[in-house]
């Protein structure tokens, strides 16, 4: 299974960007989705996850970009979008899409111990 994470970029502080991740495998059905970044010297950190079972969606946001950040799902492409809006200088760093085929419980998604597959990474810059 193959993660194909795009979007990246240079923009300035209070711009947008929106990234994509394409699995290579349907994401019909039972799934979860998560972006997590990490930055120069700094751990991998969760940034957002959507997870879907039984028909219902779930969304989940790292306090840090609650409100500028919404991540979505488009079926007729299978590519999970990350938009990204009013972007600062400590969003900068490489983030990485991964994907479950299991459902795991709320306090779980933003780990990424439950994720199976991840992407490659995309480098996202904001300059001030």
């Known amino acids: 299974v193959q993660l194909q994470a795009s979007g990246g970029g240079l923009v300035q502080a209070g711009g947008s960007l929106r990234l994509s991740c394409a699995p290579s495998i349907g994401t019909s059905g039972t799934f979860a989705m998560g972006w997590f970044r990490q930055a120069p010297g700094k751990e991998r950190e969760f940034v957002a996850a959507?997870?879907?079972?039984?028909?219902?969606?779930?969304?989940q946001y790292a306090d840090s970009v609650k409100g500028r950040f919404t991540i979505s799902r488009d079926n007729t492409k299978n590519t999970v979008y990350l938009q990204m809006n009013s972007l600062k200088p400590e969003d900068t760093a490489v983030y990485y899409c991964a994907l479950t085929r299991s459902s795991p419980i709320t306090g779980v998604l933003k780990r990424p111990d439950p994720y199976d597959y991840w992407g490659q990474g995309t480098q996202v810059t904001v300059s001030s």
């Open positions: 959507m997870r879907r079972s039984s028909g219902n969606t779930h969304y």
